[in-house]
């Protein structure tokens, strides 16, 4: 596409399409999803953070089968209630920012067939091409307010790993998931970014706008720049 109008046309023609999809996912199922997608999911998910990523990875302990039960990844620790005989009470779910994580997606994407990472927001540029690469999506949470919505999605534990080790907050859970969303799709299997390659050139071409002429200040207060102009190129 020749500019982010481009993009931004292509996003809003089909909107809004609503896709429902049951895991483990298939590469033509992530291979139909446009940016701007909303997307809800059915089947088994797991949650983890730093903890579960650097055991998988960097220490190769991997205690269930990514690829053909549960290839989606909510990087969270969700707020969860111990109930007594193995029973766990989801209070809340959200995924946490997803930046952090970027240097073991290949690794995710490659070994263990992860289709769908669902974060917080953008990534850095870096890890864009890895969805291209590996035919996978990032989906991006509607909003921090609507976490309670998430965990009604969640219907059931079906697996923790490390709890003890890790406690509550960091433990590798598996999720039975019902009608698992609202999630958007922030980047599609090209590659793609929703904020990357769309928003975000459209919020600074209207804050340039807006502050033509005026001298540069010495000081910025937040939302005077956007994150893609801070070194590191971080897409929130």
């Known amino acids: 596409m020749r500019t982010y109008r481009d993009a931004y046309e ?52 991997v205690p269930i089968d990514i690829r053909n039960t549960c290839n989606v990844m909510m990087t969270s620790a969700p707020s969860v209630k111990e109930m007594g005989g193995g029973r766990y009470e989801v209070r809340a779910a959200m995924p946490t920012t997803n930046y952090r994580f970027i240097r073991w997606l290949p690794a995710l994407f490659e ?78 299997a090209n590659g793609m970014s929703l904020l990357k390659d769309i928003v975000n050139p459209m919020l600074n071409e209207r804050v340039k706008i807006a502050y033509e002429g005026l001298p540069e200040l010495t000081q910025k207060r937040v939302g005077d720049f956007q994150a893609c102009e801070v070194d590191g190129e971080l897409y929130m």
Do not use: C
């Open 10 to 61: 292509n996003v809003v023609s089909g909107f809004p399409r609503e896709r429902r999809f049951r895991t483990p996912l298939r590469e033509d199922d992530v291979l139909k999803l446009r940016l701007g997608d909303v997307v809800y999911i059915d089947g088994m998910i797991f949650t983890g953070r730093e903890k579960v990523l650097h055991r998988f990875i960097d220490e190769g302990q």
């Open 111 to 188: 070994r263990h067939g992860l289709r769908v990472l669902i974060s917080k927001g953008g990534l850095q540029s870096r890890a864009y091409p890895f969805f291209r690469r590996f035919h996978a999506v990032n989906l991006m949470m509607i909003s921090p307010a609507i976490t309670s919505i998430y965990a009604k999605g969640i219907k059931s534990l079906r697996q923790v790993f490390w709890v003890e080790e890790f406690r509550t907050t960091d433990a590798l859970y598996v999720w039975e998931v019902e009608n698992l969303g609202p999630f958007i799709v922030e980047a599609d």
